[in-house]
T-cell receptor, first 111, second 111 residues
Framework: GQQLNQSPQSMFIQEGEDVSMNCTSS?????WLWYKQEPGEGPVLLIA?????ELTSNGRLTAQFGITRKDSFLNISASIPSDVGIYFC???????????FGQGTTLQVKP | EAQVTQNPRYLITVTGKKLTVTCSQN?????MSWYRQDPGLGLRQIYY???????DKGDVPEGYKVSRKEKRNFPLILESPSPNQTSLYFC??????????FGPGTRLTVL
């Protein structure tokens, strides 16, 4: 079946550092999504990308839809303690609602 | 307040005892989905629905049933639960297939 590989699996960084994480897929879909999940909560949508090459920002977060349509990147600039959580990428079809999630990147920020 | 609600939030049951987890959204969304979350595996889509009476299998549908008789409700049914269905379950909805708002989760334990 389709697979989505997300890396790194975990990161432990100092407050103020920049963060980069990425996802690669074995399939081509028309949507990339990035979510954040905090402990005890459901995931929250951060950024949605709809076409190859698209670069979108949400505050200190920036995500890109790869040109090959099989990868995506999320960058967080100047990290702060509240950035702590699990970040998931998801890849899917906006026509049907089918989504495939990555395994998640756990981010820890040291004040 | 726009939200996705799930009930119950916590459930402990025994093998073979049929159960239903309810999901309701008040945003008039067409798309609804069910996911399970297990450590190291991320979120896996169980079923998704594009509209009333239109549902399709996700990546892990075995042992689950769904129905979409009304736009706002999307219950998840386990006809004969087994221990390997012990997991954290999330319902989600979206105006389009990729715009997903998640509920707070249901933690299910099957003994």
């Amino acid at each position: 079946g389709q697979q989505l590989n997300q890396s790194p699996q975990s990161m432990f960084i100092q407050e103020g550092e920049d963060v980069s994480m990425n996802c690669t897929s074995s399939s081509i879909f028309n949507t990339w999504l990035w979510y954040k999940q905090e402990p005890g909560e459901g995931p929250v949508l951060l950024i949605a990308l709809y076409k190859a090459g698209e670069l979108t920002s949400n505050g200190r977060l920036t995500a890109q839809f790869g040109i090959t349509r099989k990868d995506s990147f999320l960058n967080i600039s100047a990290s702060i303690p509240s950035d702590v959580g699990i970040y998931f990428c998801a890849h899917g079809s906006s026509n049907t609602g089918k989504l495939i999630f990555g395994q998640g990147t756990t981010l820890q920020v040291k004040p | 307040e726009a939200q996705v609600t799930q009930n119950p939030r916590y459930l402990i049951t025994v093998t073979g005892k049929k159960l239903t987890v309810t999901c309701s959204q008040n945003m008039n969304h067409e798309y609804m989905s069910w996911y399970r979350q297990d450590p190291g595996l991320g979120l896996r889509q169980i079923y998704y629905s594009m509209n009333v009476e239109v549902t399709d299998k996700g990546d892990v549908p075995e042992g689950y049933k769904v129905s979409r008789k009304e736009k706002r409700n999307f219950p998840l049914i386990l006809e004969s639960p087994s221990p390997n269905q012990t997991s954290l379950y999330f319902c989600a909805s979206g105006l389009r297939g990729y715009t997903q708002y998640f509920g707070p989760g249901t933690r299910l334990t099957v003994l």
